[in-house]
């Protein structure tokens, strides 16, 4: 089954203890993305993948790192967590053409204290 | 400033009516659209898309209209059903592998 998979699904932390959200999809997809959504601002991109080892910050890259060292892995870092990124994470990812239909995972709703 | 705007956070269709979901972008680069319906506790899934060289395009009870010169496209449900109930999110994308921009939704309920 075609999936974008993330863990974990829920996390509380606390301010400054560093994180990582992974993201890991089976389709052997090209193009990789992160998303937040928060209320009244929709989803907004934090960063996405063109491929392996090509990284490029998306509209809300502040606070946030990213690797591709594999295709199918697209990991979320939190180096120091701030309570303004208390949100629901979204990993997306589809081939290389944009017509093709992008996955999304099933979301990570994260909580900064 | 918002590229993709949905003016309406909100919207209640009856059962069987036609629902008409609106979106409007400033950006005349735009050349692909697309819409995306999200559940609850569920990532966004593809609903349909639709390229800057057609004016429409339909899958089943989903149709969507692009008017370019008005910077404006509607997703059309008919009928609408109560499993359609969702947050509906329009986005755009420029030529050439560009990220998709995102609208910030409108939540569609369908009563029975």
């Known amino acids: 089954e075609a999936q974008v998979t993330q863990n974990p699904r829920y996390l509380i932390t606390v301010t400054g203890k560093k994180l990582t959200v992974t993201c890991s999809q089976n389709m052997n997809h090209e193009y990789m993305s992160w998303y937040r959504q928060d209320p009244g601002l929709g989803l907004r991109q934090i960063y996405y993948?063109?491929?392996?080892?090509?990284?490029d910050k998306g509209d809300v890259p502040e606070g946030y790192k990213v690797s591709r060292k594999e295709k199918r892995n697209f990991p979320l870092i939190l180096e120091s967590p701030s309570p303004n990124q208390t949100s629901l994470y979204f990993c997306?990812?589809?081939?290389?053409?944009?017509?093709?239909?992008?996955?999304f995972g099933p979301g990570t709703r994260l909580t900064v204290l | 400033d918002q590229q993709v705007k949905q003016n309406s956070p909100s919207l209640s269709v009856q059962e069987g009516r036609i629902s008409i979901l609106n979106c409007d972008y400033t950006?005349?680069?735009?050349?692909?659209f697309l819409w995306y319906k999200k559940y609850p506790a569920e990532g966004p899934t593809f609903l349909i898309s639709i390229s800057s060289i057609k004016d429409k395009n339909e899958d089943g009870r989903f149709t969507v209209f692009l008017n370019k010169s008005a910077k404006h496209l509607s997703l059309h449900i008919v009928p609408s059903q109560p499993g359609d109930s969702a947050v509906y999110f329009c986005?755009?994308?420029?030529?050439?592998?560009?990220?998709?921009?995102f609208g910030k939704g409108t939540r569609l309920s369908v009563i029975a």
């Open positions: 993948s063109m491929n392996v080892e090509v990284t």
């Open positions: 997306a990812s589809r081939g290389q053409v944009r017509a093709d239909t992008q996955y």
């Open positions: 950006n005349s680069m735009f050349d692909y």
């Open positions: 986005a755009a994308s420029v030529a050439g592998n560009t990220p998709l921009v």
